[in-house]
């Protein structure tokens, strides 16, 4: 981690530098798995937080026991979607946000997605997830004419935020994923 001048390329991809920055959040090793699973835990947080606020009696009394279903709601008038591809007319390579919650009612599609970022690139991430969902909220809309949203949970590895969001719980598993993917690899 001390940059000492004599081997400061990361251990895991030897490509960059082995700075904090680089291991929290930009090692293309731990992009494969790590990154993942920190990304899908704070997901999986949102999902519990909106069935609880839509008053669902839930199996799980915490979130971090709790695996969400691929689709739940089915035949009522919100369905909410979790990792699931967008099966759209046009190829669309961002097709898949965290969470889509579908109102059937309202005519409305609710694209839900988090990303965890260096805490120097929050702004720049949310910029990138925006335009990254541009294309599939277009061909929602076109599709089904349907009015679509996309919200997006920006979080720096180390806590900064984007936003202005209920988001004390969910830092707080950044940072405790985080905390994981340092443990892995510096010991
Ligand atoms: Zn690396």
């Known amino acids: 981690m001390l940059n000492t001048g004599t081997d400061s390329k990361c251990r895991l991809c030897q490509q960059f530098d082995e700075t904090i920055d680089h291991t929290i959040s930009a ?28 008053g669902v009696q839930l199996d799980k009394k915490h979130w971090y026991e709790y695996f969400p279903k691929s689709v739940t709601g089915q035949g009522g008038n ?21 969470i889509i919650i579908r109102d059937n009612e309202k005519r409305t599609y609710m694209l839900i997605d988090a990303a965890i970022s ?3 690139n929050v702004i720049k991430k949310e910029a990138e997830k925006i335009l990254k969902y541009k ?7 076109h599709m089904w004419n349907v009015k679509t949203k996309v919200i997006l949970v920006i979080i720096g590895a180390t806590g900064t935020i984007s936003g202005n969001h ?3 719980e969910l830092q707080k598993t950044a940072i405790l994923g985080t905390a ?8």
């Open 27 to 54: 090692c293309p090793i731990l992009a494969k798995e790590q990154y993942i699973k920190r990304h899908d835990g704070v997901c999986a947080q949102i999902h519990f937080n909106i069935r609880k606020e839509t």
């Open 78 to 98: 919100v369905t909410i979607l979790w990792n699931q591809q967008v099966q759209t007319d046009r190829i669309i390579s961002n097709n898949k946000p965290g």
């Open 118 to 120: 260096g805490d120097r």
């Open 135 to 141: 294309d599939l909220t277009i061909e929602i809309q």
């Open 166 to 168: 209920e988001v004390k």
């Open 180 to 187: 994981h993917i340092l443990r892995k690899v510096l010991t």
